[in-house]
């Protein structure tokens, strides 16, 4: 904990501050929070599995709104996909749009290997695939680890394979091979970014030269008999792979981690940590709020939001265009506007959690500390300031007032030192567009890695701060 007497504000404890009822309330989400982190863990399967469990509560599909011009309505439940790659959804409120929603924007996506186009390579008798990794990673934690394979790829004949493979009991896993200590002089006196290097990082996916087991089959190579193997149970060649997304990732589950079970372990919290909160948030919301609440979950965060579907595309902006012109047909442009600026945004991303491992990077009166809530960054970014929004003192007071009023534990939290790093988020993207934005997310113990740390009581905590805040 940081030493108390320096801080302006009261630090509190998440765990605390919770009822006996509220803990068991908050294990309970985290065990839901937990199966989420198994059923999705690229973007692709986050929008799949999301929007199951929208529909599952009477939400309906905004594409149908528009395609029949269907006007909304306040109490209208709705969500829109991106090319299965991001989602919105809203609960539509009593005001007029143009006043200003009420939105929690998240990211979906992750860092991981994504195989390249032409992946396949053999050597040393075994078959590989070439990857190229995606967002920041430290490589040398994704060797001599159990690896899945998930994705799509788009066949020739159109048809769509969907790949998951490494998740279910008896499922094969995938691997990248790390030397061994006794042959790695060289390799450790070397700095940890060129410990392993990118072209390195080859995932082995066969070893038996005849797949078939049968003595007189031809002398062919092993990589020949691993598209054997593809073609047979996937119909696949092997140019199909320059239409598809193979994305490499842990296999490992997630799950509860120390004896009392008070923090959650799992691959990809950043940033489903905060985009099942805020979905879940959305969810629960038990009366017609009078703002329309959003749930923004955008894809491309950890490649700088680019693309059509990251956050710096204009699809946002599109939803609510379409909102507003749903709501009443003579709104165009201005309205979309004026929605823009009415609206306030909670860029709901991780940030740095104090790591009693390092402590050197950290500056401990203005850090997050794992369990004490749900953590606020006025600005992000690094060196000074670069890439943040700096949300406004009236912002940052107001969102505070109305944590404090719902008795919701939160605490300030700057991504490490000064001059030790820094990180941005989506937050300068809805800046741009006009938006009040602030930071506001779930304090992360090894963020970036295969297996990322959360505390339950901030997980649950971030929830219902999403929930206060889309309730208005
Ligand atoms: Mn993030
Ligand atoms: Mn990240």
């Given at each position: 904990?940081?030493?108390r007497?320096?801080?302006s504000?009261e630090?509190?404890n998440?765990?605390?501050?919770?009822?006996?009822?509220t803990?068991v309330d908050a294990m309970s989400?985290?065990?839901d929070?937990?199966?989420?982190?198994?059923?999705a863990?690229t973007?692709?399967?986050?929008?799949?599995?999301?929007v199951?469990?929208?529909?599952?509560?009477?939400?309906?599909?905004?594409a149908?709104?528009?395609?029949?011009?269907?006007?909304?309505?306040?109490g209208?439940?709705?969500?829109?996909?991106?090319?299965?790659?991001a989602?919105?959804a809203?609960?539509?409120?009593?005001?007029?749009?143009?006043l200003?929603?009420?939105?929690?924007?998240?990211?979906?996506?992750?860092?991981?290997l994504?195989?390249?186009?032409?992946?396949?390579?053999?050597?040393g008798?075994f078959?590989m695939a070439k990857?190229?990794?995606?967002?920041?990673i430290?490589?040398?934690?994704?060797?001599a680890?159990p690896?899945?394979l998930?994705?799509?790829?788009?066949?020739?004949?159109?048809?769509?394979?969907?790949?998951?493979?490494?998740?279910?009991?008896?499922?094969p896993?995938?691997y990248?091979?790390?030397?061994?200590?006794?042959?790695?002089?060289d390799?450790?006196?070397?700095s940890?970014?060129k410990?392993?290097s990118?072209e390195?990082?080859?995932?082995v996916?066969?070893?038996?030269?005849?797949?078939?087991?049968?003595?007189?089959e031809?002398?062919?190579s092993?990589?020949?008999?691993?598209l054997?193997?593809?073609?047979?149970q996937y119909?696949?060649t092997?140019s199909?792979?320059?239409?598809?997304?193979?994305?490499?990732?842990?296999a490992f589950?997630?799950?509860?981690?120390?004896?009392?079970?008070?923090?959650?372990?799992?691959?990809?919290?950043?940033?489903?940590?905060?985009?099942?909160?805020g979905?879940?948030a959305?969810?629960?919301?038990?009366?017609?709020?009078?703002?329309?609440?959003?749930?923004?979950?955008s894809?491309?965060?950890?490649?700088g939001s680019v693309?059509?579907?990251?956050a710096r595309?204009?699809?946002?902006?599109n939803f609510?265009?379409?909102?507003?012109?749903?709501?009443?047909p003579?709104?165009?442009?201005?309205a979309?506007?004026?929605?823009?600026?009415?609206?306030?945004?909670l860029?709901a991303?991780?940030t740095?959690a104090f790591?009693?491992?390092?402590?050197?990077?950290?500056?401990k009166?203005?850090?997050?500390f794992?369990?004490?809530?749900?953590?606020?960054?006025?600005?992000?970014?690094?060196?000074?300031?670069s890439?943040?929004?700096?949300?406004s003192?009236?912002?940052v007071a107001?969102?505070t007032?109305l944590?404090?009023?719902?008795?919701?534990?939160w605490?300030v939290?700057?991504?490490?030192?000064?001059?030790?790093g820094g990180g941005?988020?989506?937050?300068?993207?809805m800046?741009?567009?006009?938006m009040?934005?602030?930071?506001?997310?779930?304090?992360?113990?090894?963020?970036?890695?295969?297996?990322?740390?959360?505390?339950?009581a901030d997980v649950?905590w971030?929830?219902?701060?999403?929930?206060?805040?889309?309730?208005?």
């Amino acid at each position: 904990m940081a030493d108390r007497k320096s801080l302006s504000y009261e630090l509190k404890n998440g765990w605390k501050e919770m009822s006996s009822e509220t803990r068991v309330d908050a294990m309970s989400f985290c065990k839901d929070y937990i199966q989420f982190l198994n059923d999705a863990k690229t973007e692709r399967e986050s929008v799949s599995v999301m929007v199951a469990m929208l529909k599952e509560k009477g939400f309906a599909d905004f594409a149908t709104y528009i395609a029949e011009g269907k006007m909304v309505k306040p109490g209208d439940k709705i969500y829109w996909i991106n090319r299965d790659k991001a989602l919105i959804a809203a609960v539509v409120g009593n005001q007029d749009p143009t006043l200003g929603m009420n939105m929690v924007g998240a990211h979906i996506d992750a860092p991981r290997l994504d195989f390249k186009p032409n992946p396949l390579c053999e050597d040393g008798g075994f078959v590989m695939a070439k990857t190229h990794y995606y967002g920041g990673i430290k490589k040398y934690q994704w060797v001599a680890v159990p690896l899945a394979l998930h994705g799509v790829i788009l066949r020739k004949d159109g048809t769509k394979l969907e790949v998951r493979i490494g998740e279910n009991p008896g499922d094969p896993v995938f691997y990248i091979s790390d030397l061994l200590p006794h042959l790695a002089g060289d390799q450790m006196g070397g700095s940890a970014s060129k410990v392993v290097s990118g072209e390195q990082l080859k995932v082995v996916l066969g070893s038996i030269p005849d797949v078939k087991g049968e003595e007189d089959e031809e002398k062919v190579s092993l990589k020949e008999n691993l598209l054997t193997l593809l073609h047979e149970q996937y119909g696949l060649t092997e140019s199909d792979f320059l239409r598809g997304e193979i994305e490499v990732v842990p296999a490992f589950q997630a799950g509860d981690v120390g004896l009392d079970r008070g923090l959650v372990g799992g691959y990809g919290q950043d940033d489903r940590v905060c985009s099942y909160t805020g979905l879940r948030a959305l969810l629960d919301l038990e009366a017609v709020p009078e703002k329309t609440a959003v749930c923004y979950l955008s894809d491309k965060e950890e490649i700088g939001s680019v693309g059509n579907t990251g956050a710096r595309a204009n699809w946002l902006e599109n939803f609510v265009l379409e909102l507003c012109h749903a709501w009443d047909p003579a709104y165009e442009m201005v309205a979309l506007r004026r929605s823009l600026s009415n609206t306030c945004f909670l860029s709901a991303d991780v940030t740095a959690a104090f790591d009693p491992c390092y402590p050197e990077v950290f500056e401990k009166g203005n850090s997050a500390f794992a369990g004490s809530g749900v953590a606020i960054a006025k600005y992000t970014g690094s060196r000074g300031k670069s890439g943040a929004s700096d949300a406004s003192a009236e912002l940052v007071a107001s969102i505070t007032n109305l944590f404090d009023g719902e008795n919701i534990p939160w605490q300030v939290a700057e991504l490490g030192k000064v001059d030790a790093g820094g990180g941005g988020t989506i937050a300068q993207f809805m800046t741009d567009i006009g938006m009040d934005v602030l930071d506001c997310g779930v304090p992360v113990i090894s963020m970036h890695s295969p297996y990322e740390v959360t505390s339950k009581a901030d997980v649950y905590w971030t929830y219902r701060a999403y929930r206060a805040f889309m309730k208005g």
